[in-house]
Each structure stands twice: as C-alpha cells, then as structure tokens.
C-alpha cells in the first residue's frame, strides 16, 4: 500500500529483512485497526494477521520474539507489542504512533461501553452477548497459539517447560512474577549457546 520495498514472505525466515521507511501513518493506522477490531485474548490473533501476514513487517520467529518479550514485561501484551514493532520500524516516532493507535479505540470504546453497561448490567441479552465474545475470543487465540506454537514445540524439553509453566501457574496457583524468575533463567539456562554443539540441534 505504500509502495515501500516489502520483505521477503514470512514463511522464508532466512530472507527476512526489516521494512524501511514505514510512513508513520501507516503504523498509526494499522495499529489503530487492530485496536478497533481485536477483543481480550484474541488480540494475539490479529496482531499476527495484521503484523506478519499482511504487512509482512515481521515473521513468525520475530513476532513470536517480540511476543514473548511483550509477555515478560509488565503491562498488555498488545500496546507492548505495539512499542516493540513500532521502535523497529521508526524507532521512537514509531512506537509513540504505534502505542496511540493501537490504544485509542479501547480506550474510546470502554468509556462508551463502561457507562453503558452500568445502566444494562442486569439485562440478560447484555450477558449473553459478552460470553459469545469470550468464547469467541477464546477461541482465536487457540487457533493463533497452535498456528504459532508449532515453531516453539521442538522436542521433550519444550514440553517439560511448557508443563511445568502451566502446573506452576494454574494448579499451584504461584504469581507470574516468580514463575518467570524461576522457568525462565531455567530455560535460558538449558537452551544457551554451546561452542561444542552445533546451534541447530538444540542441545
């Protein structure tokens, strides 16, 4: 759309190579499409198909990099994407742009909704109509976390991690916080680079 150079497509990580000179109205723009268009957790979903699929200014491994340390940080996922890709793409414009734009809707829509449903929070069609869009929500980020997850299931290990992160968070019930001091140091740990082992064998 702006007639900028594109990257190579997203499947060919090895070619990948960094937009430039993005306009800042298009990163104001798309972010402020996802932010009008996502809802809870499906936020993932369309920050994917927005970011990797059809602007190609990521691929899958740079976006699941860029999730992962949006997840590690404190704060929504989806505004600390939005300043992670967008200080790739312009630097500091760019996620001053990228975070206005992703944010302004939700917060537009969240005052008009919160006033709203104070005056309807009894009405039984008002209910239904926000669990259908959990579910939905649900259900989308299902699909992105098996599309984008294949990548990241390499083996044992990866599933002991992955195991381990859930008992810990869901059964135990222990914050976040030390779940990550203790699983991710672990995992840095057990995936760090080796001189005698060649990188591809991930041991």
Excluded: C
Aim: avoid cysteine.
């Amino acid at each position: 759309m702006s007639g900028k150079v594109e990257p190579a497509p997203a499947e060919d990580a090895g070619s990948y190579s960094l937009p430039r000179d993005v306009p800042l109205w298009e990163i104001f723009v798309t972010f402020l499409i996802i932010g009008a268009t996502s809802f809870g957790g499906g936020v993932v979903a369309y920050l994917r198909a927005g970011l990797v699929l059809k602007k190609r200014w990521l691929d899958e491994e740079h976006f699941m990099s860029a999730l992962e340390i949006s997840q590690a940080l404190p704060g929504l996922n989806a505004t600390n994407m939005s300043i992670i890709v967008g200080d790739r793409l312009r630097g500091v414009p760019g996620s001053i742009i990228a975070f206005l734009g992703i944010t302004l809707p939700g917060a537009a829509l969240v005052m008009i909704l919160g006033v709203l449903y104070a005056s309807n929070a009894h009405n039984p069609y008002v209910n239904a109509t926000l669990i259908g869009v959990g579910a939905a929500a649900v259900g989308m980020l299902t699909a992105v976390t098996v599309q984008i997850g294949r990548k990241q299931f390499g083996g044992l290990v990866d599933a002991a991690i992955i195991a381990v992160t859930v008992v810990m968070v869901s059964v135990l019930h222990i914050s976040l916080v030390w779940v990550l001091l203790t699983v991710g140091p672990a995992a840095v740990f057990i995936y760090r680079p080796r001189k005698d082992i060649p990188p591809e064998t991930g041991e």
